[in-house]
């Protein structure tokens, strides 16, 4: 009977990392969709070409760093990030994240003042889309 279980529940995890490898493999297939179709808000030529280029350059390097993830939450994490700027992108018809805009020692710290407490309060307020760049605005 344990044995029995231990399979289903080796077979439900295959499921699920099937499913999660389908919706990745989606996500990239959706970017470079967009990527082809894409028209820059300026309407210039070199301004699409530019964006185009961003935008592929950006997922395949993205993609590849993240390739050999296996912790379901940290997966889960990357497909929000992917779903959340390809819509930001979309409605703001710009492929870039949107930048954030905090001044320096501009968060309330939770206790005591000091740079590192505002470093971790930065980390910790930073969107979603830009979890994967590393700069702090």
């Not at 399979?7 to 967009?34: C, D, N, P, W």
């Not at 964006?51 to 395949?60: L, S």
Request: aromatic share 6%.
């Amino acid at each position: 009977m344990l044995r029995h279980d231990v399979r289903k529940h080796v077979r439900s995890r295959r499921q699920m990392t099937t499913a999660t490898r389908q919706e990745v493999l989606g996500l990239y297939r959706r970017i470079f969709r967009l990527a082809r179709k894409w028209q820059a808000a300026s309407g210039q030529m070199e301004d699409t070409i530019k964006e185009k280029q961003y935008m592929v350059n950006e997922a395949r390097m993205l993609f590849q760093k993240n390739k050999n993830l296996t912790d379901t939450d940290l997966i889960k994490q990357c497909i929000d990030e992917c779903t959340a700027r390809i819509e930001i992108g979309l409605h703001y018809q710009i492929p870039y994240p949107r930048p954030i805009h905090l001044p320096p020692m501009g968060l309330i710290p939770l206790r005591g003042r000091g740079l590192r407490s505002q470093e971790k309060l930065r980390k910790l307020s930073k969107p979603v889309y830009l979890q994967s760049h590393d700069e702090v605005s």
